[in-house]
């Protein structure tokens, strides 16, 4: 009986946070249709834009980590600038600081994450709740993801150089630049501090 009762208030629970869940993503697709015509001007660079390809790449990556490949790509873009504001501030790096300028004012990306313009970030960049995240690389590759508090920047021998498919986590701190950088971050009882290369 006990049992019984336990059962159905775990299904009640699933069910409930299902229901949350596909509430959630109405409010959020809602969002999309009637801030539409604050995104036109995203929508223009997208397409005209130089860096549609490097834009592209990034949104398929987004749509398959979250499951939404059958969505077009103008549709995703809305929808991930409408809800995202780390992504935004990703699509303004792509599409250049002035037009970034022209569009950050009214639909501003995260400031608590640094993407200097002068650094160059391959295809499929991702970046999953980066606050506090600082990427001053000297160049980063293709399939780059990165967690918060994450922070690439200049030490003893420059700025560090990231290669692809490399993945960071959260409260990583990489300095410097060839065979220089350090890794400053700790987990467990273990601290790297020696002189490591990619």
């Given amino acids: 009986m006990i049992k019984t009762e336990v059962l ?12 949350m869940r596909r509430l959630r993503e109405v409010l959020r697709w809602t969002g999309v249709i009637i ?60 599409i250049g600081p002035v037009a970034a300028a022209f569009l950050a004012w009214y639909r501003p990306g995260d400031r608590y994450f640094a993407i200097p313009k002068e650094i ?19 160049r980063i590759g293709d399939s780059f993801t990165c967690l918060q508090c994450t922070t690439l920047g200049y030490g003893k021998g420059g700025r560090p150089r990231v290669g692809n498919n490399v993945s960071l986590g959260a409260n990583v ?3 410097g630049g060839d065979n220089h950088w350090r890794q400053c971050n700790c987990w467990g009882r273990q601290c790297c501090s020696k002189r490591c290369s990619f």
């Fill in 8 to 19: 159905c208030l775990e299904t009640d629970i699933l069910l409930n946070s299902l229901s």
């Fill in 120 to 138: 160059e970030i391959g295809g499929g960049f991702m970046a999953y709740h980066p606050y506090s995240t600082v990427l001053n690389a000297e």
């Fill in 35 to 94: 801030l539409f015509p604050l995104h036109l001007p995203h929508l223009t660079f997208y397409v005209t834009g130089r860096c549609k390809t490097l834009i592209k790449s990034d949104l398929l990556r987004y749509k398959n980590h979250f499951h939404y490949e059958n969505c077009p790509d103008y549709l995703y873009l809305l929808y991930l600038l409408t809800i995202d504001r780390y992504y935004r501030q990703v699509f303004y790096y792509r």
């Fill in 173 to 175: 701190i990489i300095v």
